[in-house]
Nanobody, 120 residues
Framework: QVQLVESGGGLVQPGGSLRLSCTASGSIASIYNMKWYRQPLGKQRELVATITRAGSTNYADSGKGRFTISRDNAKNTVYLQLNSLKPEDTAVYYC??????????????WGQGTQVTVSS
């Protein structure tokens, strides 16, 4: 059983920073692309950032220059550093990953989400 667990969300003032973490656990053989999505209340889920196993990154325009995605393959963990936060960044942030389990099956997994609220 593979699981993704996020942490690090919370309430922050505009201009502030947060660091989100997401750790995969279970019978994991390899983790490929890891992504962060977000879903504001009442809106569709949107892709925020992607990182490959080799460390190549890609960002949605909304986060370029403010957000940084990184990963620690030894810890099966992906991070999202959120800087210069704005009220419109308020959303539930979800971790997503393509994971190959030891039995050889590769599947796509989601975390449970962590709330980020940007407000004064």
């Amino acid at each position: 059983q593979v699981q993704l667990v996020e942490s690090g969300g919370g309430l922050v003032q505009p201009g502030g920073s947060l660091r989100l973490s997401c750790t995969a656990s279970g019978s994991i053989a390899s983790i490929y692309n890891m992504k962060w999505y977000r879903q504001p209340l009442g809106k569709q889920r949107e892709l925020v950032a992607t990182i490959t196993r080799a460390g190549s990154t890609n960002y949605a325009d909304s986060g370029k220059g403010r957000f940084t995605i990184s990963r620690d393959n030894a810890k099966n963990t992906v991070y999202l550093q959120l800087n210069s936060l704005k009220p419109e960044d308020t959303a539930v942030y979800y971790c997503n990953a393509d994971i190959r389990a030891f039995m050889g099956i590769t599947d796509n997994y989601w975390g449970q989400g962590t709330q980020v609220t940007v407000s004064s």
